[in-house]
């Protein structure tokens, strides 16, 4: 089989990267709020790729336990942790600190003063 998921696509679609994703961001974004670790993300992320995997399973037909899909799942939602994670922090460095740190990009901060 040559594709990354076993399920139909627009399945796939919906519940990994639309509602699993957006649980993840949120995910992020609530670890980040409790300056927590980026570490933690990981067991965060894990359960709800567990969730996922049920999700597929009960409503779609897909298999439960598969290590492959599982990965593929976990990837992808820890990516949109990730985000939601970076993007969270750097605002709360650039709100909290302005004095000493300044945004550079959406997902980045420096301290003032340095170029570039």
Same mark, same amino acid.
């Given at each position: 089989?040559? =594709? ?5 696509? =627009?399945? %796939? ?5 639309? !509602? +699993?994703? $957006? ?16 570490? @933690?993300?990981? #067991?965060?992320?894990? #359960? ?5 995997? %049920?999700?597929?399973? #009960?409503?779609? $037909?897909?298999? /439960? ?5 599982? #990965?593929?799942? %976990?990837?992808?939602? !820890?990516? &949109? ?10 605002? @709360?460095?650039? +709100?909290?600190?302005? &004095? !000493? ?5 959406? /997902?980045?901060?420096?301290?003032? $003063? @340095?170029?570039?």
């Amino acid at each position: 089989m040559g =594709v990354i998921w076993e399920i139909n696509l =627009v399945d %796939f679609i919906l519940v990994t990267i639309v !509602l +699993g994703g $957006g649980a993840a961001y949120m995910t992020g974004r609530a670890v980040a709020l409790t300056w927590r670790r980026l570490a @933690q993300l990981l #067991a965060y992320t894990i #359960a709800l790729t567990c969730a996922v995997r %049920f999700i597929h399973y #009960a409503l779609f $037909g897909g298999t /439960l336990v598969s290590l492959r899909f599982f #990965a593929v799942d %976990f990837v992808i939602l !820890l990516a &949109w942790a990730a985000l939601g994670y970076r993007v969270t922090k750097t605002g @709360q460095m650039v +709100g909290q600190y302005s &004095w !000493l740190y300044e945004r550079t990009t959406p /997902l980045s901060w420096h301290e003032r $003063g @340095q170029s570039g």
